[in-house]
């Protein structure tokens, strides 16, 4: 199995992108996915988490209000969109698979990451 993600870019603040996660290898709809960020020089942080049948989500406190997962079984892929960016959410975005349906399942396999920048 293989995540990828895609969809990062350069945003000024305020603005507003939709990385995606594709799954390669087999279907990934029986478990829980997330995405996470990380910035150099520090660990890698958990900002969202959605279960496997897509009800239920959970978000870091930083970003609610402002992102929001979702995932498409049809297409084996997984959105976070984010809205209102902020200079502070500069980082690289990785998505993340977990060992069960979620949301709170731990997480046991993470994909590329994809550059996300937001200027001021």
């Known amino acids: 199995v293989q995540l990828q993600a895609s969809g990062g870019g350069l945003v000024q603040a305020g603005g507003s992108l939709r990385p995606s996660c594709s799954a390669s290898?087999?279907?990934?709809?029986?478990?829980?996915m997330g995405w996470f960020r990380q910035v150099p020089g520090k660990e890698r942080s958990f900002v969202a988490a959605?279960?496997?049948?897509?009800?239920?989500?959970r978000y870091v406190d930083s970003v609610k209000g402002r992102f929001t997962i979702s995932r498409e079984y049809d297409e084996n892929t997984v959105y976070l969109q984010m809205n209102s960016l902020k200079p502070e959410d500069t980082a690289v975005y990785y998505c993340?698979?977990?060992?069960?349906?979620?949301?709170?399942?731990?997480?046991?396999?993470w994909g590329q990451g994809t550059q996300v920048t937001v200027s001021s």
């Open positions: 993340a698979e977990m060992d069960g349906s979620g949301p709170n399942s731990p997480f046991n396999l």
């Open positions: 290898g087999r279907t990934f709809w029986i478990n829980g």
């Open positions: 959605i279960d496997s049948s897509g009800r239920s989500t």
